[in-house]
């Protein structure tokens, strides 16, 4: 099985691998030291298993399968964690593999006799497959940062750096104050791990930051049109059925 080893600790990259040694079924094709850097590999190296660090700098273990581009086949995943028993019990009330720091070989050798056999069975695989990324979605969705693209470019964004997000031909974009980029999100994912007293659904294909906004003007039919902090002050029209959610917003309107 072709794996990446994910983790921020350098020692525990070196001490994982050096195990994994001991399994020749298991061949380490590259590490990653963080969420964007394991995204980027994940895509160019496309493994069969990670080795994934639960807690990074810049995005979780979660975020990162969740950033995974729909494209890209999502590998089996062994979820690495300094977590004590009482916070894994979540990963074992929904059967996910998972090894507790530090690492003990006799553990080690049981994930990846498991990781191996669902390997060798293609409806086991996509299933194991479909149950973590069922359960990386159902997981808390706060977004601390925003994993953006451009062209080869993986960006990762604090949310208040992005004005508004808009579905534009079917792709979600990101709109600073001097770029564009597109992102691995749904609008609703987005809604529901933002800020909610910061990020408004003006329309139903916009997602505004409401701390950018320069300026509001009365529009058609007792609406709002919203003028944008970026550098063409870009004109963005409240939806009627939005207009009263926004009013409500922003006492005194």
């Known amino acids: ?24 079924e298991v061949a380490v094709i590259g590490e990653a ?4 850097n ?23 273990g979660f ?21 004590d028993q009482h916070a894994l019990a979540a990963f ?15 553990r080690l050798g049981q994930a990846v006799e498991r990781a191996r056999k669902l390997h060798s069975i293609e409806a086991d695989r996509e299933n194991e497959r479909q ?5 990386a979605r159902e997981s808390p969705k706060v977004l601390r940062q925003i994993v953006c693209r451009k062209r080869d470019r993986l960006v990762l964004l604090p949310p208040n750096d992005i004005l508004w997000f ?3 031909d079917g792709i979600v974009r990101a709109r600073t104050a001097t770029d564009s980029f597109w992102v691995n999100y749904q609008l609703a994912e987005l809604e529901a791990g933002l800020a909610p007293e910061q990020f408004f659904r003006a329309r139903r294909e916009v997602l505004v930051n ?34 009263r959610p926004f009013r409500q917003r922003i006492p005194g309107l």
Do not use: C, W
């Open 166 to 168: 808009a579905i534009q």
């Open 210 to 243: 409401m701390t950018k906004i320069r300026e509001i003007k009365p529009y058609f039919k007792s609406g709002f049109l919203l003028i944008m902090a970026d550098a063409t002050s870009t004109e963005i029209v409240i939806s009627e059925r939005q207009v």
């Open 33 to 36: 030291q963080d969420g964007l």
């Open 63 to 83: 975020e990162v399968l969740r950033s995974i581009p729909s494209a890209i086949e999502t590998p089996l995943v062994i979820f690495t964690t300094g977590y």
């Open 131 to 135: 149950h973590v990324l069922r359960v």
């Open 38 to 60: 394991a995204i980027e590999k994940i895509e160019e190296l496309q493994p069969d298993l990670l080795f994934l660090d639960i807690e990074m700098p810049g995005l979780k």
């Open 1 to 24: 099985m072709r794996s990446l080893v994910i983790d921020d600790e350098a020692d525990a990259r070196a001490r994982l691998i050096r195990l994994l040694g001991a399994h020749p």
């Open 92 to 106: 074992e009330a929904n059967a996910l593999a998972y090894l507790l720091k530090p690492i003990e070989p006799e």
